[in-house]
């Protein structure tokens, strides 16, 4: 139902957009957001973007990627600039209808490496 797209292997400070569209059988979204989990580390939130056009970015991004969306076509988007080698990660697009991020998309993954 979230189809995830994208990823791919970049070198230190290229760019990276992913895309993440919804299937209509999510109704009510409210907000859409990016997570990421590397080896070995927790899931985080790197950026979310509500229908009303909030944003909210993990501290590590902010100033190198933007999450933008359109709700027409239950899309969301991450602009990745000036991509690290700690940006390497699985990334995964959300969304929340209500208070929890439930539905989530299979994953796509980025190689930061020269």
């Known amino acids: 139902q979230l189809q995830a797209s994208g990823g791919g292997l970049v070198q230190p400070g290229g760019s990276l957009r992913l895309s993440c569209a919804a299937s209509g059988s999510i109704s009510s979204i409210n907000a859409m957001g990016w997570f990421r989990q590397a080896p070995g580390n927790e899931r985080e939130l790197v950026a979310a973007i509500t229908k009303w056009g909030s944003t909210n970015y993990a501290d590590s991004v902010k100033g190198r990627f933007t999450i933008s969306r359109d709700n027409a076509k239950n899309t969301v988007y991450l602009q990745m600039n000036s991509l690290k080698p700690e940006d390497t990660a699985v990334y995964y697009c959300?969304?929340?209808?209500?208070?929890?991020?439930?539905?989530w998309g299979q994953g796509t993954l980025v190689t930061v490496s020269s």
């Open positions: 959300s969304v929340k209808r209500y208070t929890i991020w439930d539905y």
